[in-house]
């Protein structure tokens, strides 16, 4: 049932809507709104695609049929390419596949499609197809790219990705409506062609990506796509100016996404130690990435110029932040605290990253606690 303040609404055409429970329930047009909550849902980047074991899609697979059992919003599957961090995870509509035949209720988006990498035909054809396996629970957040190597598959795109973002996001829009556009097929002739199957939506429900930097939120507001954005590039202060702009430039609607790294206990002294080493690694083997890219034009730092030391405070530094402020690390009385934060600030969603390097039965112990807050939430305790 669709929301003004949620794109990702469940449309289905002659199919009954899902129960108006859990964090994800959104009003009927024209009831009363909801009191405002934060939703929750989950959010993977696999720590390391490298790491040998027998079911490298096993948390994947649980952490998403206890989100649909328990009242979370969706599940979010990244692009990345030709390095293990994140590598396990190089074709969200393949991962999204397989979550739409393990779920009956819980949304499936793509966080993110790297849009210049892909013809928006393609991208439209494969999110049809899960939108029909899911009876039409998919969601597609467009990212422009953030690393060079990642367009090997497509060098030539490379110069123009933040233009072609935004235009690729439209066309697959236009495509997913139904309508049609004029290619050249192998012969050179000009051939008018559609997206098969037809897809459940009538309306693909869209984000796009953002690293922090604010004209990207003030082209989101404007197209009335919504934001999927985390922490790396800005903090807090930072993402409420660039939400409060995002908000001006979409009349006041839409809805922002923020991807925070997760783990709940009953102790925040004994999460703190237990978090320490798994996300200190994480973030080490991201801190190479996103240094060593030109991330929303942001200068680009050799890592290997850097000494052990620095290198290390930053991760220090990084990981208090996360833990203190950034992130729902710690007992559920303060993340529902730091989610109470965020509501003021504009935020609808939280992106719960739970796959940073902890065991996996570990993360599906947090995940009972984290759900208790989407119980609070659909029951609107405070």
């Not at 449309?11 to 129960?19: K, N, R, S, V």
């Not at 009003?27 to 040998?52: C, H, I, M, N």
């Not at 939108?131 to 039409?136: A, I, K, Q, Y």
């Not at 609607?253 to 999460?271: P, S």
């Amino acid at each position: 049932m669709p929301s003004t303040r949620d794109p990702a609404a469940r449309h289905t055409a002659g199919a009954a809507a899902p129960p108006a429970t859990g964090a994800g329930a959104s009003p009927a047009p024209g009831a009363p709104a909801r009191a405002p909550q934060v939703d929750l849902s989950l959010f993977y980047f696999a720590a390391d695609s490298d790491e040998t074991k027998s079911d490298r899609y096993g948390l994947l697979l649980d952490g998403a049929r206890f989100a649909d059992a328990h009242g979370f919003t969706a599940v979010w599957t990244p692009e990345r390419h030709f390095h293990p961090f994140g590598g396990l995870y190089p074709n969200p509509s393949v991962t999204g596949a397989a979550v739409a035949v393990a779920t009956e209720r819980v949304a499936i988006r793509a966080g993110s499609v790297v849009a210049p990498l892909h013809h928006p035909l393609r991208i439209a054809e494969e999110w049809s197809v899960v939108d029909n396996l899911s009876d039409g629970r998919v969601g597609v957040s467009f990212a422009s790219g953030w690393h060079a190597a990642d367009f090997a598959l497509r060098p030539e795109a490379y110069a123009d990705r933040r233009a072609l973002v935004l235009e690729h996001a439209q066309q697959v829009r236009r495509l997913w409506r139904g309508e049609s556009i004029t290619v050249r097929d192998g012969t050179g002739a000009r051939r008018s062609v559609r997206v098969h199957p037809q897809p459940v939506q009538p309306e693909l429900p869209v984000w796009i990506t953002s690293a922090g930097h604010t004209e990207t939120f003030r082209r989101a507001g404007a197209m009335g796509a919504g934001i999927l954005t985390h922490l790396l590039g800005q903090d807090l202060d930072a993402l409420a100016r660039n939400i409060a702009e995002y908000r001006a430039t979409s009349g006041g609607d839409g809805h922002v996404a923020l991807m925070v790294h997760t783990f709940l206990g009953d102790d925040e002294e004994e999460v703190r130690e237990l978090v320490r080493e798994p996300l200190c690694r994480y973030l080490r083997d991201s801190l190479g990435l996103l240094l060593g890219s030109r991330l929303d034009g942001r200068r680009r730092i050799d890592p290997a110029r850097l000494r052990p030391a620095d290198v290390d405070f930053l991760v220090r530094r990084s990981f208090d932040r996360y833990f203190d402020h950034g992130g729902l690390l710690g007992t559920p009385a303060k993340a529902a605290r730091v989610l109470e934060r965020l509501r003021r600030i504009g935020v609808d969603e939280v992106a719960c990253l739970i796959d940073f390097g902890l065991p996996a039965d570990t993360v599906l112990t947090g995940l009972e606690r984290l759900a208790g807050l989407c119980d609070r939430g659909a029951r609107g305790e405070r």
